[in-house]
């Protein structure tokens, strides 16, 4: 087993020097063999930890990092599959996404070795357990995702991106640093077994708190959520794809695995993840649901999530403080088969948002429409992943968030007022979160697929080829298992449950094994009412196929010089409601309003973009005030060789004063 895990990094070390050698037509292979080869490798090892065979050892690492302990446990093999799948679909999807770009063999070069390191940092983010060499895996993780961001990087707009990306990810990284130097101050080590010493001895809030900050920042909870903002759109749709589903969930790891060695104050802190986790919530599905660019939609739909999965982890942790079994599997279970379900019609998503970037060379709905004529498969596959994402059944987001409602609803019968009040609100925000997700969902399907074309585009789209729509078959087919065989996938879970509290065994209880009956029901009559359905269309077609058919325009109520025009758009359907929360969703506008009694109009042009509350009300206000002290230092860098020749003068000039003082030696 232990030459399993080191021959991770060995397998991707050779493929990286091969993808620099081979043609520029093997490269996408090269990275794709690797890939697989490396899920193979953690793959085998994820699924013997969560049948009981944890593999784990230490090595040494001189005397800067000391005994490093690397472990593959259950919370690390759920993370490892869930990466190497979305990985997986990401470099087949990938490799046929590139072909249709003019990109140089250099650059190809570049893009597929920091792939196959991604994918590397990411898996050994979940093994290794030693704070100083986590943090150094952590580092080559979000550098080598900045550098597959900025990949159109003759792009200026993808150039800024990328480094505002590049600057909050180390922000994160502070606060981490911050965290481990904490413990190791106190402890004198960097294991993450110190944990258990520190948090068993000490108040659990600071620490807990500094680290959440950190993992919180690469996962996306409000006000820590801009990163995603920038990343997720500038990256290339497969880049995308895998950061969405699996990166931003490595900071959701990081807070299960430190939560996994609590041993007081859960309830606060509890409360203080459900309160984030609600805002976070509502906060990414109000900008989902306006926003009009299709990346920026679903990066923001990325945030709601994010917060649906901190939602179950408060709950979790709610039910550990009032020592309520059900709450513990109903919130960390639904989390954790969230973080799964999210990976999957995300990445989902992703790569079909990207096949429609790719063919019809913009993402901004208000320029799309009828493309279910002719990307028919493309469309379904969205319109999967969008009922997946809005949480209905008969597919796998049913099966998670019926978990944290049901969570929800079982801690609003604890008889302590202020938590009952809490639960009471979450569920209803959990409840309008929900609502919101399918009018979001609702918009952007029907802005882009339906209807006829907006605008004339530069090149008359088509279906993607084959090679991009297998792998986000796979997907489909992953997320209709989960929701054929939830039981199955929760039995993993509770295993996976079982094992985050060290020393202290809570088996699962009577009533998850009631909501995961109750779930397996609702799957069986969901297969039901869909062969059913099935067998209804089968007739129909048979009965149908022997008559000629004839395709006739949408009849337009009499209306008989139909244009575009006149269809509802992205701004149109959700305009409502930005007016009713223009205090958080922050509108900009150039427009001349109607007069009272303007009976014809002239002819105006209108124009409208949504800014970020965060960003706009807080980060663009700093940065400005730091670009404007820094502008009073302009003089200093004025392109004068002679000032530059001075400034070394009077650096020397300096020194040797200071030296004849004695001031320095």
């Not at 232990?2 to 021959?7: F, M, W």
């Not at 906060?283 to 939609?297: D, E, Q, S, T």
């Not at 009040?421 to 979450?426: E, M, P």
Request: net charge positive; charged share 10%; proline share 3%.
């Amino acid at each position: 087993m232990i030459e399993l895990i080191n021959s991770s990094w060995i397998i991707a070390f050779f493929a990286m020097v091969a993808i620099y050698f081979v043609p520029a037509k093997m490269k996408a292979h090269t990275a794709a063999l690797a890939v697989v080869a490396n899920a193979i490798v953690t793959g085998w090892l994820a699924i013997s930890a969560l049948t009981g065979h944890v593999v784990s050892f230490v090595f040494y690492g001189g005397n800067l990092f000391g005994d490093v302990l690397v472990r593959v446990d259950e919370l690390s093999a759920w993370f490892l599959l869930i990466i190497n799948f979305t990985c997986l679909t990401g470099v087949f999807y990938g490799s046929g996404y590139l072909k249709t770009s003019d990109s140089s063999p250099k650059k190809l070069n570049l893009h597929w070795i920091l792939f196959v390191l991604f994918q590397l940092s990411m898996l050994w983010v979940c093994m290794v357990q030693h704070g100083l060499v986590f943090l150094i895996i952590w580092e080559v993780m979000s550098l080598s995702s900045v550098l597959l961001v900025i990949f159109d990087h003759n792009n200026p707009k993808i150039i800024k991106a990328g480094i505002s990306y590049l600057v909050q990810m180390h922000i994160s990284i502070v606060f981490l640093t911050i965290g481990f130097i904490w413990l190791y101050f106190q402890t004198g080590s960097f294991s993450f077994d110190a944990f258990t010493g520190y948090f068993g001895s000490n108040s659990n809030v600071g620490l807990f708190l500094v680290l959440f900050i950190g993992f919180g920042l690469k996962a996306g909870f409000i006000p820590l959520h801009s990163g995603l903002l920038q990343g997720d759109p500038a990256a290339p749709s497969h880049i995308a794809g895998i950061m969405s589903g699996v990166l931003v969930k490595l900071g959701i790891y990081g807070i299960f695995r430190v939560a996994s060695y609590l041993s007081s104050d859960y309830l606060l802190l509890g409360e203080i993840i459900l309160s984030v986790s609600v805002a976070t919530g509502l906060f990414g599905i109000l900008n989902a649901a306006v926003h009009r660019n299709l990346k920026k939609m679903l990066a923001y739909c990325t945030i709601e999530n994010i917060g649906t999965i901190g939602i179950g982890i408060g709950i979790g942790l709610i039910g550990l403080g009032n020592n309520t079994p059900v709450l513990y599997y109903l919130g960390f279970g639904g989390a954790l088969m969230h973080v799964l379900n999210h990976s999957l019609f995300k990445s989902l998503l992703f790569f079909s948002a990207g096949s429609v970037a790719q063919q019809a060379h913009t993402s901004d709905m208000e320029k799309l429409g009828g493309l279910i004529k002719k990307m028919p498969r493309t469309g379904m596959v969205f319109l999967i992943a969008a009922i997946g994402i809005c949480g209905l059944p008969p597919f796998n987001g049913f099966i998670s968030e019926f978990l944290i409602y049901s969570g929800l609803i079982e801690g609003v019968k604890i008889h302590d007022t202020n938590e009952m009040i809490l639960f009471s609100v979450s569920l209803a925000g959990l409840s309008v979160i929900g609502g919101l997700s399918i009018l979001t969902f609702t918009k952007s399907f029907g802005t882009v697929f339906l209807g006829t074309a907006r605008k004339q585009l530069p090149v008359e789209p088509h279906e993607v080829s084959l090679q991009m729509l297998i792998p986000q078959y796979a997907i489909i087919a992953l997320m209709i298992s989960v929701a054929i065989f939830p039981g199955f996938y929760l039995q993993v879970i509770g295993n996976v449950i079982m094992s985050l509290t060290k020393g202290v065994i809570i088996p699962q209880p009577a009533g998850f094994t009631n909501y995961i009956s109750i779930l397996q029901n609702i799957s069986n009559y969901s297969i039901l009412f869909i062969c059913i359905v099935g067998i209804f269309w089968g007739i129909r077609y048979k009965l149908l196929s022997a008559r000629s058919k004839v395709i006739q325009p949408t009849w337009g109520c009499a209306y008989a010089a139909p244009t575009s025009k006149i269809q509802y758009t992205g701004k149109s359907f959700s305009k409502t409601l930005s007016k009713m929360f223009n205090f958080i969703v922050i509108e900009r506008k150039q427009y001349t309003e109607l007069k009272a009694g303007e009976i014809f109009p002239e002819e105006r042009k209108h124009a409208s973009h949504y800014h970020d509350f965060f960003e706009f009300r807080f980060i663009h206000v700093i940065t400005n005030q730091l670009v404007y002290a820094a502008n009073y230092f302009k003089f200093i860098q004025n392109g004068r060789i002679q000032s530059y020749v001075l400034y070394g003068i009077v650096f020397i000039l300096t020194i040797f004063i200071l030296t004849a003082f004695n001031i320095i030696i």
